[in-house]
């Protein structure tokens, strides 16, 4: 199989913690350079028209994408450790769990980092500041509440480790690298605190 990517940015990022955390290894890492426009060549747009990645190539040639689904592929093809729920009620709200740090702080932050950060111009063209201040200010509504659900529960999801806890993880360092922000600069104590949790996994370090 091979996994097209890119180095540092989030959604190639979840699926390389989920490879992690999974431990598998039979996967060869194909790297884009996205500022170079390397994912949006005539070899790749064959494989994926609308020039995103991630994307998995699988054995028997067919190309799957979206971050979810890749990881759902994977799920059911080494089922252990378990990262998205045994059975209909846990897979649900892991699922929502998933849903609500992927739209909510992921999107934040990658509009935000995408409309005000000059670096990331080449793949946001126009840019629009405004727009991009006002998701940073909406994805920090998001972080807030979920501090408060950390104070609580010692995973994004509940009681374990989950996909979950990938999206929202690799959302902050998403952050932290372009935008710096960083939770307990902010009075986000239990976010922070998290954070640096998950962030000593060997999952974690395994995919940066």
Request: glycine letters at 8%; a neutral charge.
């Amino acid at each position: 199989m091979k996994l097209y990517s890119a180095p540092r940015a989030p959604n190639p990022r979840r699926v390389a913690m989920f490879l992690a955390e999974k431990g598998i290894t039979d996967v060869e890492l194909l790297s884009f350079d996205l500022l170079q426009g390397q994912q949006r060549s005539a070899g790749y747009l064959q494989k994926n028209p609308f020039g995103r990645v991630p994307a998995l190539e699988l054995d028997d040639g067919r190309i799957l994408t979206e971050t979810r689904a890749i990881c759902s592929w994977l799920e059911g093809y080494v089922p252990e450790p378990n990262l998205m729920g045994e059975g209909y009620d846990e897979r649900a709200f892991i699922e929502m769990a998933d849903r609500r740090v992927e739209l909510y702080l992921l999107q934040g932050i990658a509009d935000c980092a995408r409309h005000t950060h000059p670096a990331l111009a080449p793949l946001e063209q126009p840019q629009f500041p405004e727009f991009g201040a006002a998701q940073g200010e909406r994805m920090r509504v998001t972080a807030r509440w979920l501090d408060q659900q950390l104070a609580q529960q010692p995973y994004i999801a509940g009681q374990r480790y989950t996909i979950a806890d990938i999206t929202a993880f690799c959302a902050l360092e998403f952050g932290r690298g372009l935008l710096k922000f960083r939770p307990g600069d902010e009075a986000m104590p239990h976010l922070q605190a998290w954070r640096d949790r998950i962030a000593a996994r060997p999952g974690a370090q395994a995919a940066y």
